[in-house]
């Protein structure tokens, strides 16, 4: 297949290019951020610049490229930036998702759209996709009017709400790397006790958006671990899997954090739906930590530090 992945340069996008080009021909968009394209060529993707806010963009791209399938991943992604922001987040992450389906669908291509876990205010947790969302900040709001806005151009698109930790080019995306790094240059960390998330490692939630494409699935997915935990908990498992000191993890609450943007609490999300179309649960915590290891085993945080270097 020919897939463009958007975002190629954030979190997710990234490690989605290199699990896609195992097997496919990937194009990977990028905007501010270029990527090394020695590093692209040796990973066996092409990386192509375009800011989606321009007028066009998105239907040059889609004339360039032809994809068979289109994941799209680029956002505003930062929920201070979307606060701070509110008309660019309306913009990139509902206004943009609308347009790219919309020519997706008249192009005959595929779209996977990316979506959030923070759809929901969090006072619940066990959420199925037929729960109604409430969100409770920018972010949130303008992710719930991209998936509105995708579904309502393309029918047959997949709209997948995501939680996930990963290697990212700055090693500073994902709480994977801030518990990692933190407690590797022996500094003390904040750990929340009662903020609930199920994140799947990134590679790993590439592996399915891969599966669920070409099994054809449309509509609203959760694609999460099966299983959800404190964020502290998290931190403290990652701890004793490297062998890191868990007391530099003080256990805290959430509003005694200091963050600006608003969190939803229980971030709990049900994976039934997601199971049952692919035969199987998504991978347990333990199973992407253990995966996470042993990426970091294997040198992988500097092999995706590479594209960045020019
Ligand atoms: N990270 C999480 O924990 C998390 C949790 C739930 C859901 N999600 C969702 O997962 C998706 C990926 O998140 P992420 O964490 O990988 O994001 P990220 O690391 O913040 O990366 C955002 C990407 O969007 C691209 N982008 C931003 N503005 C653009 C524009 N005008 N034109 C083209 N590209 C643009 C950026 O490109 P440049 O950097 O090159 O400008 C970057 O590659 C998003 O839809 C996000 O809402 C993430």
Redesign the pocket.
């Known amino acids: 297949m020919r897939i463009l992945v958007?975002?190629?340069?954030?979190?997710?996008?990234i490690n989605l290019a290199l699990e896609a080009s195992r097997a496919h021909s990937v194009y990977g968009?990028?905007?501010?951020?270029?990527l090394s394209s020695a590093a692209c060529s040796s990973a066996g993707f092409q990386v192509v610049q375009?800011?989606?806010?321009?007028p066009g963009?998105a239907q040059r791209l889609l004339e360039q490229i032809e994809p068979d399938w289109v994941i799209?991943?680029?956002?505003?992604?930062?929920l201070d930036a979307c606060e701070a922001d509110p008309a660019r987040a309306q913009q990139?992450?509902s206004e943009?998702p609308r347009q790219l389906a919309l020519l997706v669908a008249r192009s005959g291509a595929r779209m996977l759209h990316?979506?959030?876990?923070?759809v929901f205010d969090g006072q619940q947790g066990s959420y199925s996709e037929q729960d109604l969302p409430n969100p409770v900040g920018v972010?949130s709001r303008t992710?719930l009017e991209g998936e509105w806005a995708v579904l309502a151009e393309d029918s047959s698109a997949i709209v997948a709400?995501?939680?996930?930790?990963g290697y990212?080019l700055s090693g500073k995306?994902?709480?994977g790397e801030f518990f990692l790094y933190n407690l590797m240059a022996g500094k003390q960390v904040m750990g929340f006790t009662d903020v609930y998330f199920c994140?799947l490692l990134?590679n790993h939630l590439a592996q399915i958006f891969l599966r669920m494409l070409a099994l054809r699935l449309n509509g609203l997915f959760h694609v999460v671990s099966s299983e959800c935990l404190t964020k502290y908990d998290f931190g403290m498992r990652l701890a004793r899997l490297f062998s890191l000191p868990e007391s530099l993890i003080q256990p805290t609450s959430v509003a005694q954090g200091g963050l600006k943007a608003a969190r939803s609490p229980n971030l709990s999300l049900r994976t039934d739906k997601l199971t049952q179309a692919l035969g199987a649960p998504p991978p347990s915590i333990e199973t992407g930590l253990e995966a996470f290891y042993q990426l970091y085993q294997q040198g992988y945080p500097a092999k995706i530090r590479q594209f960045s270097e020019q």
């Open positions: 958007t975002g190629a340069s954030g979190l997710l996008g968009l990028v905007n501010d951020h270029p375009a800011d989606l806010l321009v963009a799209h991943c680029a956002a505003l992604a930062n990139l992450n943009v990316v979506s959030t876990d923070a972010y992710k709400r995501v939680n996930l930790f990212s995306r994902s709480l994140p990134a």
